[in-house]
Every structure is written in C-alpha cells, then in structure tokens.
C-alpha cells in the first residue's frame, strides 16, 4: 500500500543511452511533481503536473521530458543521458487546494557513466 | 528569481541538547513548508507555516514564521539520535505552485 512509488530504485547508464523512470501514487491526488537532488542534497522542482496538464516547468534540458497518463501517473524520459544528469530523482505528489502538502516517493538514483 | 537559504549548512549535537536551523528568503513568501530527510530516505512533510508571526509545536520541535514572512525557524528541543537527517525549509509565493526549497541542515546527534 506504498502512497507513491518510482520504478526504478536505482539506474545505471552508459552517456547518450535514453532511460525512463516512473511514478505512481494511489493517494488520489491531483498533481504530481518530479525534483532532481544533486550530490550535495539541493533539492530542485523540475515539473509539475496538475490534473495532467503541465503547470510548472522550470530551466530543464529539452533532453528531460515528462508525460503524465493520467492523474496518478507521472513518467520522466531522459534523452542523450549526460554525467551531470547523475542524481537522485523524487517523485511527488500533492492534493491542489490542500496545503500543498506534497508525499515523496523513495527516490530513483540515476547514475549516468 | 526566488532564493531560499538556511544555516547552518551542518550541525552536530549532543543527544540532549537543542538545535535550530534557520531559513531566509529573499522575498516575502506566501507559505513555508518544513520537511525532514533521513539519510537514504525521501523528504517527509513536517508542517506548514501561512500567517505572519505564526508559531506552531509538535511535540519537541517548534516552528516559527517570521512576521515579515522572509523567515523561519525549526527548533528541536531535547535532540534524540532518531532526529538525525536533513531539514528542508521550502518556501512559495503563490500559496504552493513553486516551492523553492532551500539547501537544508543536516543534523548529527552524537549518543
């Protein structure tokens, strides 16, 4: 019954290789984001998603793009993979009109070789 | 654009003494949020701060918002080894849209 999950944990990639990570969270929420946290813990919005439309797309690389399928669901493609692309990616999701309390998932630890 | 700082960047503690970390923003924020990190873990929400000069408890940590609303702090009193981790301040201006979360605090409590 874990609240939101990312498949995978971990991931392994040669440079220029293209991978994908996914999200899902069964709270029923309404909006969904994807954070980067580098090896010094900075922890950055990348995108928001709201009832599947993108709300929030801060300064990423055209090579990350997001797709959400539906409200519970939030995938994260990465194209041509770089070295400082290695990090950990957080899922989240929150409730719109609620606090904004926002639930994070495990984590994905990309490392791109 | 919006920057959200906090320090100490580092903190070690004995078990038994109190801690605090402080967060600054450049501008005046609508909302701030407080989240906790365990290593290897993921943030988990701790609270919310909306009105100016808001003081909210939970058990032994205490939060403040600052009245001009630039500001808080996380005051943990009597640390134990179990509040180890990163405290993450992030702070919005348009009541939760874009939260900008500052570095955090990491917390070493010595047994």
């Known amino acids: 019954d874990t609240a939101v999950s990312q498949t995978p944990k971990y991931l392994v990639t040669q440079m220029g290789n293209d991978k994908s990570i996914k999200c899902e969270q069964n709270?029923?929420?309404?909006?969904m984001y994807w954070y980067k946290q580098d090896s010094k813990k900075f922890l950055k919005i990348m995108f928001s998603?709201?009832?599947?439309?993108?709300?929030i797309n801060e300064t990423v690389p055209n090579r990350f793009s997001p797709k959400s399928p539906d409200k519970a669901h939030l995938n994260l493609h990465i194209n041509s993979l770089e070295l400082g692309d290695s990090a950990v990616y957080f899922c989240?999701?929150?409730?719109?009109?609620?606090?904004?309390?926002?639930?994070f998932g495990p984590g994905t630890r990309l490392t791109v070789t | 654009g919006q920057q959200v700082m906090q320090i100490p960047q580092y903190q070690h503690v004995q078990e038994g003494e109190d801690f605090t970390t402080y967060c600054n923003s450049s501008?005046?924020?609508?909302?701030i949020q407080w989240y906790k990190q365990r290593p290897g873990g993921h943030p988990v929400f701790l609270i919310q701060?909306?009105?100016?000069?808001e003081v909210k408890k939970q058990k032994r940590l205490t939060f403040q918002f600052g009245e001009a609303k630039k500001n808080s702090s996380l005051h943990i009193t009597a640390t134990q080894t179990t509040d180890v981790g990163t405290y993450f301040c992030?702070?919005?201006?348009?009541?939760?849209?874009?939260?900008?979360f500052g570095p955090g605090t990491r917390l070493s409590v010595l047994p």
């Open positions: 989240a999701s929150s409730l719109w009109d609620r606090n904004y309390e926002q639930y």
């Open positions: 709270l029923g929420h309404d909006t």
């Open positions: 998603y709201n009832n599947k439309e993108l709300i």
């Open positions: 501008t005046t924020l609508s909302n």
């Open positions: 701060l909306v009105k100016s000069g």
């Open positions: 992030a702070g919005s201006h348009n009541y939760g849209q874009n939260f900008v």
